[in-house]
């Protein structure tokens, strides 16, 4: 009895404080690429990812922060570019501002375009007066030779304006007064903009008769009246909802009569921009217009038909060579590190008496399979992570998106999609769900289906090691790199291939339909944040996807050397059961041990190699391979030759998903439908592939015998 009467006192101590500590809901809006997640990630410390590019938030994220002793929950809205709900971004972002009562809104703006962002201001303000307008990337202004008089500006609009470098931490103890100071204000009625005459009046007309505490009326009457908006949630904060149909039913009647209600939207359109070139031409000063002159230079070459299709496959070549050139001598070193470790386990089994079932089981199974994930997989991650997201930060990537959109767009698709490409190289999953950004649901679900032909960089250490050992080795040094560098591009390029071409037939087959178009803002080049971007990507995208590989690597590890060294009749399961996959094997150009291994490594795509070679050990497990000659030579022992590399190379690069990108699939479409389609499809044509590849050689080599 005494102690319930404790538990029910503790708990309403813990409601008494959560509700004296609780304090306020912070939405967060903004623009495409205006550091509105860099905002949201400086006040609340998490790990939002940003990069300079549009899109970046595809999904509602939360987060706190304490300020004066009590914890305020933000909430980072999708970017948009204004709240008329045309796209399902600005849909939500209307929705939150309008239904969830937000106690501020703050509106991130890009300081270097501030007449651009003001539309999305006054768009806010006519919602609620207790906005907060953050005018960032204040740095970029000032080295751009641009002057604003931010009192002014928040004169002219009668909000809280904050100037801020958010990349650089600067302003974020401002901003926090200026929440404060915001969210105390009381709610009131007042109108923004001044629109047509007739249909000012017919708003203000309307406006008296709206009966919705808490409510802007002005506001109210304005999306009542538009005909493009579902009104239904509108009408449900009404008192007066009967009283107010019929109003609306008159004034639409009315504005049909006079015109306005056909150019209802341009009204709208005209009267947010004429208001945001008024205040920015009082509060805006450039000195000097030519700092768009640099950026315009670049993309005259980087977006040329031409040269920016060559700038792409160069830019690729070179970090892919980058890559295999820095990782080969790491690499080294951590093989030649567990050659140690395992030799030292080893000893120090025997010094215990450690069974050797279980020691076969550790140092065999599970430090051997994870050593060669690590050894193999973290230099080149460390090295292309780094180097992708500098291309990302430096503004790149959308210029990838507007040179391919044209491709896309012939093969009846959104050029979005070379976005959601970009996101594969990393892990397919991400790229999976980066698919949001995507308004139409058939161009959606087309790249969801098709990102897989992109390969994820658990995808990279078999392709490097393959083109390495069987063919940039007949070449010396340094042309083997440039070598396996420019074999590895074909290979990347064949994919992004695959991706239009299956796009296509999907697009005439399955998900008929024609591409849409949208708009994709070329954000301004700016240099990257070296020592943010390399932290950034080696602890936010290497080790996180490092460490899911290892977590795969070290059951799958014990699970192969069982496969590999529990016999029956005096043959291994692995044996067995590759032995029962060789004659079909044998059709795609592989054998029964590379089919099983791309099988077993549908978990984690890196553990393909680690698997093959423990089944090709006569011992069960693997050698001391500290190098890919040892490494060819135990494949070329066991029947490898050009076709098979080959072969192998193509079924790496087009099979089915990983066990993570599946869920992801199926969590975005919400279909088991579209998640085994998304199996199917690539795995039947890696199959095709392969045949087709295996037939053709095996014909040359009849013909042209070696």
Same mark, same amino acid.
């Given at each position: 009895?005494? &102690?319930?009467?404790?538990?029910?006192?503790? /708990?309403?101590?813990?409601?008494? *404080? /959560?509700?004296?500590?609780?304090? *306020?809901? @912070? $939405?967060?809006? !903004? =623009?495409? =690429?205006?550091?509105?997640?860099?905002? &949201? =990630?400086?006040? +609340?410390?998490?790990?939002?990812? +940003?990069? =300079?590019?549009? !899109?970046?938030?595809?999904?509602? $994220?939360?987060?706190? &922060?304490?300020?004066?002793?009590?914890?305020? /929950?933000? @909430?980072?809205?999708?970017?948009?570019y204004s709240l008329l709900a045309h796209s399902s971004e600005e849909e939500v972002a209307r929705n939150f501002v309008c239904f969830e009562k937000c106690d501020v809104c703050l509106v991130v703006c890009d300081a270097t375009m501030l007449e651009r962002n003001m539309n999305l201001v006054l768009q806010t303000m006519e919602i609620t007066n207790r906005v907060v307008v953050i005018v960032n990337l204040m740095d970029e202004a000032e080295k751009k030779h641009i002057h604003l008089d931010l009192d002014k500006l928040a004169n002219l609009l009668q909000v809280e304006v904050v100037g801020m470098s958010a990349r650089n931490g600067k302003g974020f103890r401002s901003l926090k007064e200026a929440i404060e100071k915001t969210a105390q204000k009381p709610l009131r009625e007042w109108c923004v903009l001044s629109y047509d005459a007739q249909l000012q009046q017919a708003i203000e007309r309307l406006a008296q008769t709206i009966h919705a505490p808490g409510w802007n009326h002005h506001f109210l009457a304005l999306k009542l009246l538009d005909p493009q908006v579902e009104d239904e949630k509108f009408y449900a904060v009404l008192t007066n909802k009967e009283e107010v149909q019929t109003m609306v039913r008159q004034e639409q009647e009315h504005l049909k009569r006079s015109g306005c209600y056909e150019q209802f939207e341009d009204i709208i359109v005209n009267a947010l921009q004429k208001k945001a070139k008024m205040i920015c031409d009082q509060c805006v000063k450039i000195e000097d217009g030519s700092y768009l002159e640099k950026d315009m230079r670049m993309d005259r070459i980087v977006t040329h038909k031409v040269w920016g299709f060559l700038c792409m496959i160069v830019l690729l070549a070179l970090i892919f060579w980058i890559t295999i050139a820095g990782a080969n001598v790491p690499s080294a070193y951590l093989s030649a590190f567990f050659v140690q470790l395992e030799a030292w386990l080893h000893q120090a089994c025997e010094q215990l008496h450690v069974a050797k079932l279980l020691e076969g089981l550790f140092v065999d199974g599970m430090v051997k399979t994870a050593g060669w994930v690590i050894a193999v997989m973290l230099p080149p991650m460390a090295i292309f992570f780094p180097l992708f997201t500098l291309l990302e930060d430096f503004g790149y990537l959308p210029r990838i998106a507007f040179n391919l959109d044209g491709f896309f767009q012939k093969a009846c698709t959104c050029g979005k999609q070379a976005l959601t490409m970009a996101m594969g190289f990393g892990c397919n999953a991400v790229g999976v769900s980066g698919a949001r950004i995507i308004d139409s649901p058939r161009e959606r679900l087309i790249a969801i289906l098709t990102n897989v032909f992109v390969p994820c960089n658990g995808r990279f250490p078999t392709l490097i090691s393959i083109i390495t050992m069987f063919f940039a080795g007949m070449f010396a040094a340094p042309w083997n790199g440039l070598f396996a560098t420019l074999l590895l591009t074909l290979v990347i390029l064949f994919g992004i291939f695959l991706t239009f071409l299956v796009s296509k037939v999907l697009s005439k087959t399955l998900l008929k339909g024609i591409p849409s178009s949208f708009s994709l803002e070329l954000p301004p080049y700016r240099r990257p944040q070296f020592g943010k971007v390399i932290l950034r990507s080696i602890f936010d995208r290497t080790l996180f996807v490092l460490g899911r590989a290892i977590s795969v690597a070290l059951p799958a590890g014990i699970i192969i050397w069982l496969f590999a060294n529990v016999e029956v009749q005096g043959i291994t399961i692995l044996a067995y059961v590759s032995g029962f996959l060789d004659p079909f094997a044998k059709l795609m150009g592989l054998d029964g041990v590379i089919l099983l291994a791309f099988l077993l490594g549908f978990p984690a795509n890196e553990i393909v190699v680690p698997i093959m070679i423990m089944a090709y050990m006569a011992s069960g497990s693997m050698n001391d391979l500290s190098n890919l000659t040892l490494l060819k030579s135990l494949f070329v022992d066991h029947g490898w030759t050009w076709i098979t590399a080959i072969c192998t190379l193509l079924f790496s690069l087009v099979h089915f998903p990983c066990a993570t990108t599946l869920l992801t699939i199926h969590k975005e479409t919400q279909s088991w439908k579209w998640t085994w389609l998304a199996f199917l499809i690539p795995t039947i044509l890696g199959i095709l592939l392969c045949m087709s590849v295996n037939a053709v050689a095996h014909l040359i080599l009849l013909i042209f015998p070696l």
């Amino acid at each position: 009895m005494l &102690f319930e009467k404790l538990m029910q006192m503790n /708990e309403e101590i813990n409601e008494l *404080y /959560e509700k004296e500590t609780k304090g *306020y809901t @912070i $939405a967060l809006l !903004g =623009n495409p =690429n205006v550091g509105k997640s860099t905002v &949201f =990630n400086g006040l +609340t410390g998490m790990k939002q990812h +940003t990069g =300079n590019w549009p !899109g970046k938030t595809v999904e509602l $994220a939360s987060g706190t &922060f304490t300020h004066h002793d009590r914890i305020h /929950e933000m @909430i980072d809205l999708p970017g948009t570019y204004s709240l008329l709900a045309h796209s399902s971004e600005e849909e939500v972002a209307r929705n939150f501002v309008c239904f969830e009562k937000c106690d501020v809104c703050l509106v991130v703006c890009d300081a270097t375009m501030l007449e651009r962002n003001m539309n999305l201001v006054l768009q806010t303000m006519e919602i609620t007066n207790r906005v907060v307008v953050i005018v960032n990337l204040m740095d970029e202004a000032e080295k751009k030779h641009i002057h604003l008089d931010l009192d002014k500006l928040a004169n002219l609009l009668q909000v809280e304006v904050v100037g801020m470098s958010a990349r650089n931490g600067k302003g974020f103890r401002s901003l926090k007064e200026a929440i404060e100071k915001t969210a105390q204000k009381p709610l009131r009625e007042w109108c923004v903009l001044s629109y047509d005459a007739q249909l000012q009046q017919a708003i203000e007309r309307l406006a008296q008769t709206i009966h919705a505490p808490g409510w802007n009326h002005h506001f109210l009457a304005l999306k009542l009246l538009d005909p493009q908006v579902e009104d239904e949630k509108f009408y449900a904060v009404l008192t007066n909802k009967e009283e107010v149909q019929t109003m609306v039913r008159q004034e639409q009647e009315h504005l049909k009569r006079s015109g306005c209600y056909e150019q209802f939207e341009d009204i709208i359109v005209n009267a947010l921009q004429k208001k945001a070139k008024m205040i920015c031409d009082q509060c805006v000063k450039i000195e000097d217009g030519s700092y768009l002159e640099k950026d315009m230079r670049m993309d005259r070459i980087v977006t040329h038909k031409v040269w920016g299709f060559l700038c792409m496959i160069v830019l690729l070549a070179l970090i892919f060579w980058i890559t295999i050139a820095g990782a080969n001598v790491p690499s080294a070193y951590l093989s030649a590190f567990f050659v140690q470790l395992e030799a030292w386990l080893h000893q120090a089994c025997e010094q215990l008496h450690v069974a050797k079932l279980l020691e076969g089981l550790f140092v065999d199974g599970m430090v051997k399979t994870a050593g060669w994930v690590i050894a193999v997989m973290l230099p080149p991650m460390a090295i292309f992570f780094p180097l992708f997201t500098l291309l990302e930060d430096f503004g790149y990537l959308p210029r990838i998106a507007f040179n391919l959109d044209g491709f896309f767009q012939k093969a009846c698709t959104c050029g979005k999609q070379a976005l959601t490409m970009a996101m594969g190289f990393g892990c397919n999953a991400v790229g999976v769900s980066g698919a949001r950004i995507i308004d139409s649901p058939r161009e959606r679900l087309i790249a969801i289906l098709t990102n897989v032909f992109v390969p994820c960089n658990g995808r990279f250490p078999t392709l490097i090691s393959i083109i390495t050992m069987f063919f940039a080795g007949m070449f010396a040094a340094p042309w083997n790199g440039l070598f396996a560098t420019l074999l590895l591009t074909l290979v990347i390029l064949f994919g992004i291939f695959l991706t239009f071409l299956v796009s296509k037939v999907l697009s005439k087959t399955l998900l008929k339909g024609i591409p849409s178009s949208f708009s994709l803002e070329l954000p301004p080049y700016r240099r990257p944040q070296f020592g943010k971007v390399i932290l950034r990507s080696i602890f936010d995208r290497t080790l996180f996807v490092l460490g899911r590989a290892i977590s795969v690597a070290l059951p799958a590890g014990i699970i192969i050397w069982l496969f590999a060294n529990v016999e029956v009749q005096g043959i291994t399961i692995l044996a067995y059961v590759s032995g029962f996959l060789d004659p079909f094997a044998k059709l795609m150009g592989l054998d029964g041990v590379i089919l099983l291994a791309f099988l077993l490594g549908f978990p984690a795509n890196e553990i393909v190699v680690p698997i093959m070679i423990m089944a090709y050990m006569a011992s069960g497990s693997m050698n001391d391979l500290s190098n890919l000659t040892l490494l060819k030579s135990l494949f070329v022992d066991h029947g490898w030759t050009w076709i098979t590399a080959i072969c192998t190379l193509l079924f790496s690069l087009v099979h089915f998903p990983c066990a993570t990108t599946l869920l992801t699939i199926h969590k975005e479409t919400q279909s088991w439908k579209w998640t085994w389609l998304a199996f199917l499809i690539p795995t039947i044509l890696g199959i095709l592939l392969c045949m087709s590849v295996n037939a053709v050689a095996h014909l040359i080599l009849l013909i042209f015998p070696l």
